[in-house]
């Protein structure tokens, strides 16, 4: 058990990609709190992940004030702060209301500005007893290239990066690593809502040909699990990982890594 005695918040942790790291954490001997709007999170059931609920909006500074505060009085320091909660808007920026642009920045971005700026006493209170105390934010491919239809997304998860890059430098020195997992296709709600969606991946109609479209330009042909980035988000909230930080790491299948397939 890689994470025993530490302690993680995970926000949005009663999502697709959060309900299965706080599951891994919890298997790997760690205290786990599920941070998120609702014990649903982006579900139609409460299935348990080992981890507690906190009920936070990532987007107010008094409700990440006060999950702060509990785990404080709880465990007095934390290891691990995992930024998963976020939302995807559908649209172009012509079709994207000022509100849904704001609204995007406010959970995307805010979210993570205000949770890692109210973790960093309790994570130096982890790094100052010898634990490699860590940040790890979730921004996206899509913060480096562009999926059609989804501006207001891409433009945020490109400034998750951009912080995740300024929070390494900052806050390296007091011993605390900052990274961001960049996932591709990965099945959770919010790609099932993609797929249903009116925007660019809903056209075309049937489902199940889209879903098998997406797979197949994959070179790896397939989209990833919440387990495949469980993988590689546990090994960098590990002390394994002392050495990782400021890092952007692409976890796609190897999307990213090909010019566009012509059908000739
Ligand atoms: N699934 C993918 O294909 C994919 C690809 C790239 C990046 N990501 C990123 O990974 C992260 C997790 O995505 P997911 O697929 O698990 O999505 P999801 O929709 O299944 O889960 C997101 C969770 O965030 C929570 N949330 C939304 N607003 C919140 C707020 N204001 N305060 C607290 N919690 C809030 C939701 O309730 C939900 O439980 C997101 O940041 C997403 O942008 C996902």
């Not at 990609?17 to 954490?25: K, S, V, Y």
Request: hydrophobic share 40%; aromatic share 8%.
């Amino acid at each position: 058990m890689i994470l025993e005695n530490k302690v993680a918040v995970v926000t949005g942790g009663c999502g697709g990609i959060g309900r299965a790291l706080c599951e891994r954490f919890a298997k790997e001997g760690a205290t786990v709190y599920a941070a998120d709007l609702t014990q649903q999170g982006s579900f139609d059931d409460e299935s348990a992940s080992g981890a507690h609920f906190v009920p936070l909006d990532v987007t107010s500074e008094e409700s990440v004030k006060s999950l702060m505060e509990f785990v404080r009085e709880r465990d007095g320091k934390l290891d691990i702060l995992v930024n998963a909660a976020g939302i995807e808007i559908e649209k172009t920026i012509e079709d994207t209301s000022l509100d849904e642009w704001n609204r995007s920045f406010a959970v995307n971005v805010t979210g993570t500005f205000l949770m890692g700026k109210y973790a960093l006493p309790l994570l130096r209170k982890a790094a100052a007893n010898g634990s490699s105390a860590s940040i790890i934010n979730f921004g996206s491919y899509d913060g480096f290239i562009a999926d059609p239809g989804l501006a207001a997304y891409c433009a945020s998860k490109g400034a998750v990066h951009a912080l995740t890059k300024a929070m390494a430098c900052d806050h390296g020195p007091e011993g605390i690593r900052v990274n961001a997992i960049c996932p591709g296709y990965i099945d959770t709600p919010m790609l099932q809502s993609f797929f249903n969606g009116d925007g660019s991946g809903g056209e075309g109609g049937d489902i199940e040909s889209l879903q098998q479209a997406v797979r197949d330009v994959h070179p790896m042909r397939t989209y990833g699990t919440p387990t495949d980035v469980a993988n590689l988000v546990n090994w960098l909230a590990s002390d394994e990982a002392r050495y990782a930080s400021g890092q952007l790491w692409v976890l796609d299948g190897g999307l990213s890594a090909q010019v566009q397939q012509m059908k000739l």
